[in-house]
């Protein structure tokens, strides 16, 4: 089975902080994703990258930006956190049909 | 810009009963994606909608996909409490883009 591994739970970073969340994936799929999942809105798509060092912004990628310098990992970078980027952040990985997400980092910016 | 809407967003069901989640999508499409969320965690995978016509069953839950009528439906069978959890349809449009609903938080009451 394909593991997409988040690096942290749960974080908790002030205001104006730059914040990165990391991202592994074991099974060499090409293309990954950055999801950001708010009560009443779904999952909503704030990055992707289709291959090393290739990036495509999603429907909300205001205040964020990625790196993908190698296959497996993917990175989503808060440049200065604020508090409405609150939330929780699913990485997902895809290779053909299906789409394999990560557990999940719960990020609170205080 | 594709608009997926789930209904309805909020169902209380008694156990032993039967009832029916629809998705509606804004633009056409031939690959459909069911997910289940419990509270806390990731998303699972339940079902992958890849033509027109096409019907999966897994258990209590069965989905179909009608590309014509841009409509899928996640059908459940004498609900069970374990069956409790919030339900996503998500729409593939090729573009490396899957666009979520806003979840159907389902619950099931003994």
């Known amino acids: 089975d394909v593991k997409v591994t988040q690096s942290s739970r749960y974080l908790v970073k002030r205001t104006g902080e730059k914040v990165f969340l990391e991202c592994v994936q074991d099974m060499d799929h090409e293309n990954m994703f950055w999801y950001r999942q708010d009560p009443g809105l779904g999952l909503r798509l704030i990055y992707f990258s289709y291959d090393v060092k290739m990036k495509e912004k999603g429907d909300i990628p205001e205040g964020y930006s990625v790196s993908r310098e190698k296959k497996e990992r993917f990175s989503l970078i808060l440049e200065s956190a604020s508090t409405n980027q609150t939330s929780m952040y699913l990485c997902?990985?895809?290779?053909?049909?299906?789409?394999?997400f990560g557990s999940g980092t719960r990020l609170t910016v205080v | 810009e594709l608009k997926v809407e789930q209904n309805p967003l909020f169902l209380s069901m008694q156990e032993g009963k039967n009832y029916t989640i629809y998705c509606n999508y804004s633009t056409t499409s031939d690959r459909l994606y069911w997910y289940r969320q419990d509270p806390g965690k990731s998303l699972e995978s339940l079902f992958v909608?890849?033509?027109?016509?096409a019907v999966k069953q897994e258990g209590r839950l069965m989905a179909s996909l009608d590309t014509k009528a841009r409509l899928s439906t996640l059908h459940i069978t004498a609900a069970v409490h374990d069956l409790s959890a919030t339900y996503f349809c998500a729409v593939d449009m090729g573009n490396y883009k899957l666009t979520f609903g806003k979840g159907t938080l389902l619950t099931v009451n003994p």
């Open positions: 997902a990985s895809r290779v053909g049909y299906g789409y394999t």
């Open positions: 909608l890849l033509s027109n016509g």
